[in-house]
């Protein structure tokens, strides 16, 4: 069995092109998130896989150390593209948020296992770091 997509994204320097929650241990889903004002977030139907890729960097104010591994965030290489990741001890993924209009993610806030991620323009979304879709 070959390597995960998302994994090999990730070791190619891109994240899925199209908005979702991809983990490397399950469905990728597809994600509703209010454009750059991350106003929802809503996890939707199942994706068929990766069709498309983001090119990215990680911003240095979005990449939080926690237990067991980090949070990073950034950007990718057309301005209102964005995302969001976990990653264990190794950097290695372990799921990834792609955004492609939810703009650079340029802050990560961690508090009783919430993580929120903020974008360029000050929005937020917040997930919990302990739900099935988000925990390690």
Known sequence: MGLDPVVRLWDAGAVPGRTGLYRVDGPARALSIGGTALSR????????????????????????????????????????????????????????????????????EVTDRRARFTNNLGNAVTVDLDSPEFGP
């Open 41 to 108: 977030f809503e996890l939707g139907e199942d994706l068929a896989g990766v069709d498309d890729e983001i090119g990215v960097d990680i911003h240095p104010d979005a990449d939080v150390p926690i237990p067991g591994g980090f949070l990073v965030g950034g950007e990718g290489g057309l301005g209102h593209e964005g995302f969001f990741a976990r990653l264990d001890q190794d950097r290695r993924p372990v799921w990834v948020v792609a955004l492609e209009d939810g703009n650079p993610i340029v802050a990560i």
